[in-house]
T-cell receptor
Framework: AQTVTQSQPEMSVQEAETVTLSCTYD???????LFWYKQPPSRQMILVIR??????QNATENRFSVNFQKAAKSFSLKISDSQLGDAAMYFC??????????????FGQGTRLTINP | DSGVTQTPKHLITATGQRVTLRCSPR?????VYWYQQSLDQGLQFLIQ???????AKGNILERFSAQQFPDLHSELNLSSLELGDSALYFC??????????????FGEGSWLTVV
């Protein structure tokens, strides 16, 4: 069964600095998606960035980028120029790719990110 | 707007009661997932449906049940409620193929408070 592990329950960073959140996963599948979701105090789940396993290029979205290491099954999130609004719980997620059928969806335990002004 | 609709948004009920949470997935999505999130906790997977059929079960209590209807909306039934059932209940849906399968769509959640 697929698993997702976030080994950092809490992280903190100074405003304007860079922080990296770690995520590792385990799967025997070759095609899948990986996501980082942000959950601010409002508890809304917000998509930060996604990566398709068949794409070797690391995804980037403005200040957010990932380091996708497929062989190592690692998917870390880098936040550059951290802002106060980045403070939230961050979840790493895995979704299997299937054309028909029930796609497996697995979340990590979350990392709470604090931004220090 | 994710396209996933959950009702009610907030619900306060007494211990021992029964409630039903409703989820309408994004148009065309066949897969629906239910999650429970207690305060400051992660997402606990409850159950998954695909096109009306149950496909996977997580840590769902026997007091909880769910179903997905022919129009693809899903309901999560919680009975004999206890204080510990107070949580945010999320519904998520996802599509298929490269075009629509590369995102997980979340509803805003249903806040359940058991008093």
């Amino acid at each position: 069964a697929q698993t997702v592990t976030q080994s950092q329950p809490e992280m903190s960073v100074q405003e304007a600095e860079t922080v990296t959140l770690s995520c590792t996963y385990d799967t025997s599948e070759s095609d899948y998606y990986l996501f980082w979701y942000k959950q601010p105090p409002s508890r809304q789940m917000i998509l930060v960035i996604r990566q398709e396993a068949y794409k070797q290029q690391n995804a980037t979205e403005n200040r957010f980028s990932v380091n996708f290491q497929k062989a190592a099954k690692s998917f870390s999130l880098k936040i550059s120029d951290s802002q106060l609004g980045d403070a939230a719980m961050y979840f790493c997620a895995y979704r299997s790719y299937q054309i028909q059928g029930a796609q497996k969806l697995v979340f990590g335990q979350g990392t709470r990110l604090t931004i220090n002004p | 707007d994710s396209g996933v609709t959950q009702t009610p948004k907030h619900l306060i009920t007494a211990t021992g009661q029964r409630v039903t949470l409703r989820c309408s997935p994004r148009s065309g999505d066949l897969s629906v997932y239910w999650y429970q999130q207690s305060l400051d906790q992660g997402l606990q997977f409850l159950i998954q449906y695909y096109n009306g059929e149950e496909r996977a079960k997580g840590n769902i209590l026997e007091r909880f049940s769910a179903q997905q209807f022919p129009d693809l909306h899903s309901e999560l039934n919680l009975s004999s409620l206890e204080l510990g059932d107070s949580a945010l209940y999320f519904c998520a849906s996802t599509g298929e193929g490269r075009a629509s399968g590369n995102t997980i769509y979340f509803g805003e959640g249903s806040w359940l408070t058991v008093v």
